[in-house]
């Protein structure tokens, strides 16, 4: 009979490998009707989810953790429903990211990559992918991904690589790319441009400085202005005023002098400028600012772009040329201080744009790069959630959505970069002709000459990211797995890149399939620490995924996640709520053995030969009861995409009703043998084995592992104590069906509402003898009143005093009682009262002792808890982890009230 036993503790260590493991290498992960295996049924629908392809660079973070717990929940479920489901994984070739690795490795090398060429260049980089490209995903698989990973991807792989070229040359053709100098975001540190999402925006302390704008002919005459980047005054091309300005009227369709330079530009009104920021007066520099540069087109203004690659002054400066930004912005405001040019200077918080890699400024550049004209796209995009083909979730989020697109301008798709999809565009050096083409062209179209140079830019990540849902399963071919599996069901990702790449696969999608990509946006919140802050290496609060999956296990960490999230809010964590977790997966784990020891133990017994089955205890219907709404409740929550509550829900279920409850009821039951222990023993592994199976999407290794002990001591016992046969539980748990819910009963409310009396009870009882330091051995009288409930508390007395420890033969439930019983301490619960005569049991010198004791700590919780109310704590925390301090507040003042009552009792006696 070793099936019965259990080890006493889980090893996740030993269990969680070996799982996934078997998972793979049963084929689980592929999708149950596949369209390139012999049996496809083309109307099983599909579930269908792409992975957001990690970095090919990067190391295991919370978000890839967030994001795999979310999506490996979602395909569990929709594949234990019975839905064909495939998660596509793979990864992103991270342009910037990874050729920075390989930069960082050259210079060690005391080598840049000019010095040893593109094709070595490349050469390096793909082997460095190839020798730690896969980190990521083994680390993806530790979380227990169930992706079909015969079916992984890389977004510069061959097919991919087709589909990039595809999409460019589709949209060239169609004349949605250019080519054309344009205002973008300059990095000088990579030297290459970056997208406008590549930028964050701090707020850091820079300063306002005043200064003369003289007019034209006038040593007297001047226009104040004030900028925040004085270097740029040399790249000025006209001074903007408002055009109902009365101060600069006068000034309107005149010319000023840029300061040290000499050049002469026009006084422009424009209704832009906002008279009563700084001075009124705005300085226009189209070559470095993105307003500047419309209000530049708007009245025709020359560009002048003042800085190189490297963001140093170029010839246009004059004196400054060659100098870095920063210097030529001291040196220049010395020279105008110097001619009497400057007013003054003040402190200003000033929005700063910075890398998201790397961290240095940014700067707007006039460079010429690859466009996408995205207006055509956009309108698309937009309607697709406008009219719910597209539902996003949180719904809020449709409102940013519907915002950017309204906004968005051309995308610069060029990078100075070489790793990458390389643009297919080639110039032929004898008669200027340009060539896109989706095959490497050999000769010129027009002249059929040889010489053709090809454009030394790559994309844009995002251009082949933005493709990922269809390119992933075929396209541009028209497989099997893109007829079947596209759109795609649901796009679940952080909401912080809504736009980088969501609304780009909506644009891209609806532009070159005709179809959505897929059905559902779900957003996931961010994770911060358990203060509530953002997680930064400078903060030093980083949580290392793989550091807790080592110490808690990888189901504590799911859960963690996965409870602890609502869609598009961001979560707090702590390392404390991982721990609870891991005791949550430890307790299901004795709740199992507890139940197998009852599987033992009516195997052992011979089954008796009564026709009929028992009647069913309430404790039984009461289980039975709340496991039927817990399903419905759960697959309601699972719909409204609710998955935290639901995890709740069973948390909840499984640890303070099954465990603490029926499973202490099912004990006494069990001693009643013959048919009530079967029939208990079945209740047992039917609620547990619904349990395993609604938490598997949540934690499936610990469930795995003792559902399968569960299946095999089930099916040792015989006859079979289960509905299921032997042969009907299926072969794992991962793919096993999903508990099927029942409509709501009349019984079912009556059985709950019943057995809460009884916990009502029982709940009293216990509190009292731990108030009283009754020994847990102790079985004690009681006399209980009870009413209208009288009749169901009488045939409820067996379980009563089973589990308040009542001493039968002095146990008694009476309707109504004339006189109180005297020397008993009272109860009242609800409308029943409880009779103890507990004050006997208790030595009062000693009890007394135990009171005070109790009444110092309890008077120093409350001291604590005030202090912290009082604090900014309560501003700061989330307000149900307030209320939650609050209500712990009152329970102790409560308690120190009921001490001192009782204290005041003993001293009176
Ligand atoms: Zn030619």
């Known amino acids: 009979m070793t099936s019965f036993t259990l080890p006493k503790a889980y090893n996740f260590k030993s269990t969680e490998k070996r799982i996934y493991d078997w998972w793979e290498s049963k084929g689980y992960f592929k999708p149950a009707n596949d369209p390139n295996e012999p049996g496809f049924d083309p109307n099983v629908e599909p579930f269908v989810i792409s992975i957001p392809p990690p970095n090919v660079t990067g190391e295991l973070h919370l978000g890839h953790a967030m994001f795999v717990s979310m999506e490996d929940l979602m395909i569990r479920y929709q594949r234990m429903k019975g839905a064909s489901a495939l998660w596509v994984p793979g990864t992103d070739h991270a342009g910037i990211a990874t050729q920075l690795q390989i930069e960082k490795a050259l210079a060690e090398e005391g080598l840049t990559r000019e010095q040893i060429g593109r094709e070595e260049f490349l050469r390096r980089t793909w082997e460095w992918k190839e020798k730690y490209g896969g980190i990521i995903t083994q680390q993806i698989r530790r979380l227990g991904a169930s992706c079909d990973w015969d079916r992984e991807r890389f977004t510069l792989d061959e097919g991919l690589s087709q589909a990039v070229r595809e999409a460019f040359v589709r949209l060239y053709e169609k004349g949605l790319i250019y080519r054309g100098p344009r205002l973008i975001n300059w990095s000088p540190g990579l030297r290459t441009a970056v997208s406008d999402l590549e930028v964050e925006y701090t707020e850091e302390p820079g300063k306002l400085y005043y200064f003369k704008y003289m007019l034209a002919g006038s040593d007297t005459d001047f226009i104040p202005v004030a900028t925040t980047r004085p270097e740029t005054i040399l790249g000025d091309t006209g001074l903007a005023v408002h055009p109902e300005d009365p101060r600069y009227l006068d000034f309107i369709g005149r010319e000023v002098v840029v300061p040290i330079l000499g050049r002469k530009i026009p006084v422009i009104a424009d209704e832009y400028v906002d008279r009563e920021f700084g001075t009124g007066a705005l300085k226009i520099t189209p070559g470095h600012d993105p307003n500047d540069y419309e209000i530049g087109e708007r009245h025709g203004l020359s560009v002048i772009s003042v800085l190189d690659e490297a963001a140093r002054v170029n010839e246009q400066g004059g004196p400054y040329a060659g100098q870095d930004r920063f210097e030529a912005r001291q040196n220049l405001w010395k020279d105008m201080d110097a001619a009497d040019l400057v007013i003054r200077e003040e402190p200003y918080m000033m929005s700063i744009p910075r890398s998201q890699r790397g961290g240095e400024i940014i700067e707007p550049m006039i460079s010429t790069q690859w466009f996408v004209r995205i207006q055509p796209l956009a309108e698309a995009a937009l309607e697709a959630v406008r009219d719910g083909r597209i539902t996003i979730i949180p719904e809020q989020f449709s409102k940013v959505y519907f915002n950017w697109l309204e906004n968005i301008e051309d995308w610069c798709v060029s990078r100075q970069l070489w790793w990458g999809h390389r643009i297919p565009v080639w110039t032929c050096e004898a008669c200027g002709e340009i060539v896109v083409s989706r095959q490497d062209p050999t000769e010129c179209t027009k002249c059929g000459s040889t010489k053709l140079i090809q454009d030394p830019d790559v994309l844009d990540t995002w251009f082949s990211s933005g493709l990922w849902p269809f390119s992933t399963l075929g396209w541009p071919q028209e497989t099997p797995d893109f007829n079947y599996f596209y759109p795609t069901s649901v796009m679940e990702t952080g909401y912080d890149i809504l736009f980088f790449w969501v609304a780009r696969m909506i644009m891209d999608g609806l532009e070159f399939t005709g179809e959505i990509p897929f059905y559902t946006v779900y957003l996931h919140g961010l994770i911060r620490d358990e203060n509530g802050r953002k997680m930064s290496k400078t903060y030093g609060n980083v949580i290392d995924p793989l550091v807790v999956m080592d110490e808690l296990g990888t189901d504590a960490l799911r859960f963690t996640l996965l409870v602890g999230s609502t869609p598009g809010k961001d979560m707090n964590l702590s390392l404390d709520k991982v721990e609870a977790n891991r005791n949550f997966a430890n307790k299901i784990w004795n709740a199992t053995r507890l139940v197998l020891g009852s599987l033992e133990r009516v195997a052992q017994t011979p089954m008796p030969n009564e026709e009929t089955e028992p009647v069913p205890t309430l404790a039984d219907q009461w289980i039975s009861a709340r496991l039927a709404s817990l399903k419905r409740d759960v697959e309601r929550l699972f719909q409204n995409y609710q998955y935290g509550e ?84 299926e072969e794992a748990l991962i793919v096993a069906h999903w508990p099927e819910t029942t409509p709501e009963n009349p019984w079912e409310t009556q059985a709950i509402s019943d057995f809460s009396l009884v916990m009502d009870v029982v709940r009293a009882i216990r509190n009292l003898r731990a108030e009283k330091n009754v020994k847990p051995k102790q079985y004690i009288p009681a006399t209980l009143v009870g009413g209208d409930h009288t009749v169901v508390l009488q045939r409820q007395s067996a379980t009563i005093a089973h589990l308040a420890r009542l001493d039968t033969e002095k146990f008694t439930i009476h309707e109504t009682m004339e006189s109180k019983p005297d020397g008993n301490i009272a109860l009242v619960i609800g409308s029943i009262e409880a009779y103890l005569p507990l004050e006997g049991l208790v030595d009062s010198a000693e009890q007394r002792i135990r009171l005070e004791k109790e009444l110092t700590e309890t008077t120093s919780q409350i001291e604590r808890l005030e202090t912290l109310l009082a604090s900014p704590f309560t501003e700061k925390a989330p307000t149900n982890v307030v209320e939650k301090e609050r209500s712990k507040l009152f329970t102790y003042l409560e308690k120190a009230e009921k001490i001192k009552s009782q204290l005041e009792t003993l001293n009176e006696s």
Do not use: M
């Not at 009643?672 to 547990?688: C, K, S």
């Open 646 to 729: 639901a995890g709740r829900q069973i948390y909840d279920f499984f640890w303070n009703e099954f465990a603490d409850w029926y499973i202490e009821i099912a004990k006494l039951q069990l001693t009643e043998g013959d048919r009530q222990a079967y029939a208990t023993a079945r209740n047992l592994v039917q609620v547990l084995d619904t349990c395993l199976r609604l938490l598997h999407p949540f934690t499936p290794f610990v469930t795995e592992e003792l559902w399968g002990h569960l299946k095999a001591a089930a099916g040792n016992v015989n006859p079979p104590i289960y509905p299921l046969l032997a042969s009907e539980w």
